[in-house]
């Protein structure tokens, strides 16, 4: 007697083995499991989405960073005396860093709306530690050289917070689908009720973020104020060597409308310009001089000063990977300059028509010009001919000198009250633009009092203090500035409310329809029989492209004596089958 029965084979589930393959290197069908994932490897999801959230902090720091990179720079070199590009390999492994998380965590996601149990492959496990370890050891590191700069991620909310907030709108509310699926279920638990609280938080949370926003340019398009002029900050630094005659003379040819430098007095009086204590990172003083390369600048008598190469360090270093967009006439003028005196600059300054703005270093106490220097630097704004009135901003250090200058437009590089500004007979203020607020400079602009703001390198930075009013900035890439005819983005306020209300609108009916068609769903496939799910899969599901439902002989009366009531037990969820009394098996 033969006995029919049916042999399920299930058909092929490509996607589904690609990410339980990859993310748990399940690429069987008998290796996966839908049962609730442990507490061990909910640990790890936290784990990782932790790492995701640091990474995402982290890269966002470096993209609005890239303001500052040569102060990072210079940071690292005052340290360790080399320098070089310290943020290309942070880029590049962060970059790396938090493709790969975020790869894992959109595999995670995957695996829970499929409802495959999670399982971290163990490679992947160092991989994550291995990720988060280093990026906290980079925020360590970042806080102990460079801690000021954190200050840029509250200055670039300004500009960025209301685009910040649409992505996360998008991405809270695509996340209600993962949500509702865990907590519709028939089953209940404090823990459901807690993830939907959480959630509900989170998401009034972000519907009234735009209340605490603080953007310059949500405003009147009437309202905007003149383009602030640009400054060369030690000329335009990117594409020529600091502080030398070529580098001022590309940033007039980039319309910089006046000069930014720093000024140090000479062993014997003569006023030169020079960032650096010492000469060592932009002058070739360690070939000329090895034994006083790390003495101070000031140390040095002009005709030493005057005998090394101030270009050719440019050259060999490339410190913005701006070279080789330089002809070779440009080279061959780059290697041959020499340290620029004060007059020099005042006097380019003078035929170009543009105003000066000098930061003067005091000499140090036994140096033989420390009484004098004041005097050393009026004697060369007097010798190279340019008007007062040009020379609109001297920075004194220390401010006790200040009472000893007449006839020059004085400034202050901090934040002062109005009342002492006008004690100090201060005109105008050179500030820092993590000092700078939107209510301070209206305050002073009020008052009459002139602000200028540092350091200024990108389009973003640069559209939010137009849009704050500021009249001027101090750049090192004037060929970057020039580029930005308008902000960014400009948009007025009756327009934003009208976005951001239509958006958190969108994304509550998105939710309430996802929760409401996840209780449909859930209801539905909780009222199915699962037998006529299976005769159903059997009967309908004929295609060739598909395995479908086979049949198997069992043959009765076998050579071991099988009686026809024996019958055929199979459990395709391991991938094993045998007969129920002890026949074969496999």
């Known amino acids: 007697m033969v006995k029919h029965q049916p042999l399920q084979v299930y058909e092929k589930q490509v996607f589904v083995s690609f990410v339980t393959g990859i993310y748990g290197c399940r690429w069987k069908r008998y290796q996966r499991s839908q049962d609730d994932s442990s507490r061990w490897e909910c640990t790890w999801f936290i ?16 993209s609005v960073a890239q303001n500052d990179f040569n102060e990072f720079n210079l940071s690292v070199y005052n340290r360790s005396g080399v320098w070089k590009d310290e943020t290309i390999p942070l880029l590049a492994s962060t970059t790396v860093g938090f493709s790969y ?10 695996h829970i709306s499929l409802g495959q149990q999670l399982n971290l492959y163990w490679v992947h496990k160092i991989g994550v530690l291995a990720t988060l370890l280093t990026t906290i050891s980079g925020v360590i590191t970042v806080d102990d050289i460079w801690r000021d700069e954190w200050d840029i991620l509250f200055v670039s909310l300004q500009a960025t917070a209301p685009f910040l907030h649409i992505g996360a709108l998008a991405t809270v509310t695509a996340v209600s ?23 509900a938080l989170v998401l009034v949370a972000l519907y009234l973020a735009p209340l605490t926003f603080n953007c310059p340019c949500v405003m009147d398009r009437h309202s905007l104020k003149p383009r602030p002029d640009i400054i060369g900050r ?11 005659l070529v580098s001022f003379n590309r940033a007039l040819q980039h319309g910089a409308s006046s000069l930014e430098a720093d000024v140090t007095i000479s062993v014997d009086g003569v006023p030169f310009l020079m960032r650096d204590r010492t000469l060592r990172r932009t002058t070739d003083v360690s070939k000329i001089f090895p034994a006083r390369q790390l003495d101070d600048a000031s140390l040095f008598n002009w005709t030493e000063i005057r005998s090394l190469n101030a270009g050719q360090w440019f050259l060999e270093s490339d410190p913005y990977w701006t070279v080789e967009t330089l ?15 004060l007059t020099e600059m005042l006097r380019l300054a003078s035929r170009a028509n543009v105003s000066a703005l000098l930061n003067i270093r005091k000499p140090l106490p036994e140096h033989p010009r420390s009484r004098n220097w004041f005097m050393d630097t009026l004697w060369a704004v007097q010798k190279s001919g340019i008007s007062q009135k040009r020379v609109r901003t001297v920075t004194w250090t220390p401010d006790t000198d200040r009472g000893r200058v007449r006839g020059l437009q004085q400034a202050a590089n901090e934040k002062l009250s109005l009342e002492e500004i006008r004690q100090r007979g201060i005109t105008s203020l050179t500030l820092h633009y993590s000092k700078a607020s939107h209510g301070d400079i209206q305050e002073y602009l009020a008052n009459n009092v002139s602000v200028t703001v540092y350091p200024v390198n990108e389009p973003w930075l640069y559209s939010i203090l137009w849009c704050s009013g500021v009249p001027s900035v101090s750049s090192d890439a004037p060929q970057v500035l020039r580029k930005v005819p308008y902000p960014i983005w400009l948009m007025s306020q009756n327009a934003y ?21 996840q209780k449909w769903r859930m209801s539905g496939m909780q009222n199915y029989n699962p037998e006529q799910i299976m005769l159903s899969a059997v009967s309908h599901r004929t295609s060739r492209d598909v395995n479908i439902m086979k049949e198997k002989l069992i043959l009765s009366e076998l050579n071991n004596g099988l009686s026809s009531t024996e019958e055929l037990s199979l459990y395709p969820e391991n991938g094993y089958a045998r007969y129920s009394h002890g026949g074969p098996s496999r």
């Open 47 to 62: 784990i990782l989405c932790s790492s995701f959230l640091l990474l995402l902090f982290w890269a966002y720091f470096w």
């Open 101 to 110: 998380i975020t790869f894992l965590l959109i595999l995670a996601l995957f």
């Open 177 to 199: 689908w993962l949500v509702a699926g865990y907590v519709i279920r028939r089953e209940r638990s404090n823990f459901q009720i807690m993830v939907l609280l959480v959630y």
């Open 234 to 244: 030690r000329g335009a630094p990117m594409l020529a060597p600091e502080h030398t």
């Open 327 to 341: 002809t070779a006439r440009e080279r061959s003028r780059i290697g041959n300059q020499t340290v620029c005196s």
């Open 497 to 517: 409310n009208f976005i951001w209300i239509s958006s958190d609108l969108l994304s509550l009916i998105i939710v309430i329809g996802i929760f409401c068609f």
